[in-house]
């Protein structure tokens, strides 16, 4: 017997029951091969296809050993209203009936890492939107739509990427050592960011720290000063052809919502209401996961004055270290990893903490393709050994949303180890992440006695 049936939730992985082995054969053959030799064949594998859906169980096959399992989901087809055996995380074995080439969507490619990357730095020559100031339509308050992606991996919107690869260059999104974590003050990354953003240049001659601000108290006489400077006092060829007259600010807020966002400083506050909303990293409705990164774009209205036209936020770890997150689970997620280098004082080696940004290319069974895990720490041993292991927040309540996740796991081994949080998803360990991920770590540094 080589298939069972687990349990999707208390607790996950848990062993329902092995299948019969007529009810292997007939699930291989109906399922798998597609070919129904007997109605009776038909009647198995359609029961044991109903069981899954109506008590929430996984079927797995151990055609591929080790810790990931090749899983399959009972899935609704909602124009024809049938079901159908879906394979998700890690494919069948190729010599196994159940194999198929992974077809998760359109977008991507047979390993289930993403055709195109969904998530790319932008060129600071090259990001400015079109200039469209003969053809604005009023429309306020309508939010931006983000459309939807499998893995809640939209498209960032440029004002995203721009923010996300100013936080990169600056380095905000990776330290050494990761215990204790940096803890400096809100104005010290401010400060880093407007250094950075000081070092680059949006058109020859001109530095982008011109146009990216990090002054959001500033008041209307001051901004429309600064829209007149770089509407005026430059000449074209000193503007990126075409290009919108446009100025942006950044900087961290406590209250955001998908129609304005409060800048608040000691005795003050500001609120800003951009003309075409806020959108929101993750997240459909309102900003509930603060604090927040925000960026906002401010141009010149149809009405004559200076507007926020347009707004983004993603949430950060803490104020103190700044990494953007994606969710509140990836805050634990963090915490967890902080706490476990904690334990390790240094026994496996230097690490470093990486919060990718960006889409990273992938080569998986001679296929290119991009993944995003959610972090990555790299460990340097004192003999030069380097390991690196990813790490992915699994902890979401939403089943489908995890085995949409899981799709990318076998790409994101190819960049090193996959460590999930719980361990070993879709398993339901007794041990915390904490502490499986403290023993994987100390077992690096250790290896090459053993
Ligand atoms: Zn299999």
């Keep these: 017997m080589s298939m ?43 029961h044991v ?71 790319k ?13 003969d053809a604005t339509i009023k429309a306020p308050g309508k939010p931006v739509n983000t459309g939807e992606d499998r893995t809640r991996r939209k498209r960032r919107p440029r004002l995203a990427r721009l923010l996300m690869t100013l936080i990169e260059d600056a380095g905000l999104n990776t330290f050494s050592p990761i215990s204790p974590l940096p803890n400096q003050t809100a104005r010290t990354w401010l400060d880093a960011l407007a250094a950075s953003a000081g070092a680059q240049e949006f058109i020859r001659d001109r530095v982008l720290s011109e146009i990216v601000r990090f002054q959001p108290a500033m008041n209307e006489a001051a901004q429309v000063r600064l829209m007149l400077e770089l509407e005026l006092e430059h000449p074209d060829a000193n503007w990126p052809a075409g290009k919108a007259r446009v100025f942006y600010q950044i900087f961290m807020s406590d209250q955001v919502s998908r ?130 292991v990813v790490i992915e927040t699994m902890g979401y309540i939403d089943d489908e949303y995890c085995e949409r996740k899981s799709e990318q796991h076998k790409g994101m081994r190819a960049l090193g180890s996959l460590q999930t949080d719980p361990p070993r998803w879709p398993q339901e360990l007794d041990k915390p992440f904490k502490n499986h991920l403290y023993g994987f770590m100390l077992n690096l540094g250790t290896a090459k006695n053993g």
């Design 4 to 46: 069972k049936l687990i349990q999707k939730k208390g607790p996950r992985g848990a062993l329902k029951r092995w299948l019969a082995e007529e009810e292997e054969a007939a699930v291989r053959n109906v399922f798998g091969r597609k070919q129904v030799r007997s109605a009776q064949e038909r009647a198995l594998a359609e």
């Design 49 to 119: 296809i109903l069981e899954m859906r109506k008590s929430e169980l996984w079927l797995q096959c151990s055609c591929v050993g080790g810790d990931s399992p090749a899983l399959n989901s009972a899935n609704l087809k909602s124009e024809t209203q049938t079901l159908y055996l879906s394979g998700f995380s890690h494919s069948h074995d190729p010599s196994c009936p159940m194999f198929r080439v992974f077809k998760g969507d359109e977008g991507a490619t047979r390993a289930g890492t993403r055709k195109s990357a969904g998530s």
């Design 121 to 133: 730095r932008l060129n600071y020559r090259d990001f400015l939107p079109a200039d469209e100031s």
């Design 259 to 388: 129609e304005h966002v409060t800048f608040s400083w000691n005795g003050g506050e500001r609120q800003f209401f951009p003309e075409r909303g806020v959108s929101i990293n993750g997240e459909s409705q309102e900003g509930v996961r603060p604090p927040y990164w925000v960026i906002l774009a401010f141009r010149r209205g149809t009405e004559g004055g200076v507007i926020c036209s347009e707004g983004y936020a993603h949430a950060l770890f803490r104020r103190t270290c700044p990494v953007p997150v994606d969710s509140m689970l990836e805050r634990q997620t963090l915490e967890g990893i902080a706490e476990v280098a904690r334990w390790l004082k240094g026994r496996a080696g230097d690490l470093t903490l990486v919060k990718p940004l960006f889409d990273i290319e992938v080569d998986v069974e001679g296929e290119k393709g991009f993944v995003l895990p959610d972090f990555i720490i790299q460990a340097k041993m004192p003999d030069g050994r380097e390991h690196t």
